[in-house]
């Protein structure tokens, strides 16, 4: 039985993208409808009782966040951006390099945190190491370098869930050696977030619109990461004065610490959104049967002939190749009959491309609104085509 959050889908309809954008529930969408049409109001600056509602339900969000991932906000705070790109971005290009000798990231990383180290590296005439991550996800510690290093990775990739098990070593790793890291944890937040609990990384960047809720992009940052930054992506909802050549910062004032990565007008109605699906998420992974479809419908394709799936370990992202069908052409075989799923590269060039040298892939991501009749509706077609 599909839940009541999304009941606006259709029964033939299988939803099979949840690493690209979650489906919006219900709860979720009525949060974002009622900003709009209830108290569409700018936050922070507005004396009327509208924009007081928002301040109110923009800061919940942000301890939301915060609670979530067990992190205390003596420590850490929560600021809003447009996707986990921009995050990693805003933090890479306004990053201090005194004090990095190199930068590192893996080869299994979306172009997202792939693209931005490159970007440093060049940027700051430093050498970038891309270490091999282990069949099951994790670093290697014996075979790391972390010394005064950037340290930019997923926790969970994109191609086929595969964690980085080990999360807090590397990040204890990381600040022995005197290093910074950042963590792209775009793929972890809808069901995988456990990993990430009290994990004192210096940066956690993610996407809301991959974890229930509307677009958006979060940032938790650790409030001593500052010191490192020199910012000049700047404007607007950022100062308390401007003088003709200078200015102050608001986020100098603890309280408004998280204005450092905010310029100009925010997304007031996606940010509460957030704080619904962050509720609805809590509430409907007692009860999900995510894994449980994922599990059955990744050892359905590990017995299928002229199947290769990228990784033994069942998740709810898994992708694989046929030997005689391309992927590109079975995905739109599959949306004829209703099912939405990916195929090529999904942006892990380097790694899929030209380390694996795999030909275009077709890849499944599962969520919370998916019931057993998607999967035999998925399993009987694929039978079908492949047989
Ligand atoms: C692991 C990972 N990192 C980063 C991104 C980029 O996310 P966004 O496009 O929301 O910036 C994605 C998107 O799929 C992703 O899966």
Redesign the pocket.
Known sequence: MRSDSFGYLGDDEVYLDC??QTLRPEPVIKALNEYYREYNSCGERVKYAWGKKVDTAVEDTRDKVLKFLKLSPRDYFTSFT?????G?NLILNQLDPAGIKQVVTTDI??N??FLSTIAFARRHGMPRVVLEREPDGSINLANADFDHALVVV?T???IDGRALGNAHAVVKAVHKAGGIIVI?A??SMAHYHKNLEKLEADAICF?A??MYSASL?VMVVCKSLLERINITFIGGGMVDDVTESEYVLSANSPQHIYTIFEPGLQAWGEIIALGEAIDWLEKAEKKSRVYELSERLHSFLKSQPGVHLTTEAPSTTMAFYHDKIDAHLLAEGLSTEGIMARSGY??CHHYLNHAMHYPPLLRFSLGHHNTDADIEKAERVLERTFN
């Open positions: 690493a690209c447009l996707n986990t790109t921009y990693i990383e979306h997202s945190p997923n969970n990739s994109n792209d775009a793929q996407s619109h991959k992009g999904f942006c």
